[in-house]
């Protein structure tokens, strides 16, 4: 969702570099890719605040999910980079594994899990995910855009 520019916030913004973390792939690493971006937000914040205090809170729960799903599916390392848009937050989270993410039914008598797919597409404004090329290493980029 799109929202009209907060005075010269959008443009500050731009002021905020990106942020890109590389982790191991172990599951301690989703706390670490957590933590970097609470720091992203933290700068981010003082430049340009969110719109609601929701948007802090989806952004976080969308990292875990995707850093989760790279712990789990895709063995060995993940990079995470944060860059903020004109609107939003653009999360890329890049994996070994090449197939894409794919919803799963939900079944709360075995456990849970199954939602993670469906909360990535229910609270970014868009989603997709680029396969490597052969040669061009392993893995996939799932791109997610939240709004701030």
Not at 9 to 17: C, F, K, M, T, V
Not at 76 to 96: K, S
Not at 130 to 143: I, T
Request: charged letters at 15%; hydrophobic letters at 40%.
């Amino acid at each position: 969702m799109a929202t009209e520019p907060r005075g010269n916030d959008a443009l500050s913004a731009w002021a905020i570099p990106s942020r890109t973390a590389r982790f191991a792939g172990e599951p301690q690493d989703v706390t670490g890719a957590r933590l970097a971006t609470e720091e992203f937000l933290h700068e981010l914040a003082r430049t340009v605040p969110p719109t609601a205090p929701e948007c802090w809170h989806d952004i976080v729960l969308i990292v875990t999910e995707l850093a989760a799903n790279a712990v789990q599916y895709a063995p060995g390392p993940f990079e995470l980079c944060l860059r903020p848009t004109f609107d939003g937050v653009h999360v890329t989270l890049h994996d070994t594994n090449s197939t894409p993410p794919s919803p799963r039914p939900f079944h709360p008598d075995s456990g849970g899990g199954g939602i993670g797919w469906y909360l990535v597409h229910t609270l970014c404004s868009q989603v997709s995910v680029v396969a490597n090329e052969a040669g061009q290493g392993e893995g996939k980029d799932v791109h997610v855009f939240l709004p701030w």
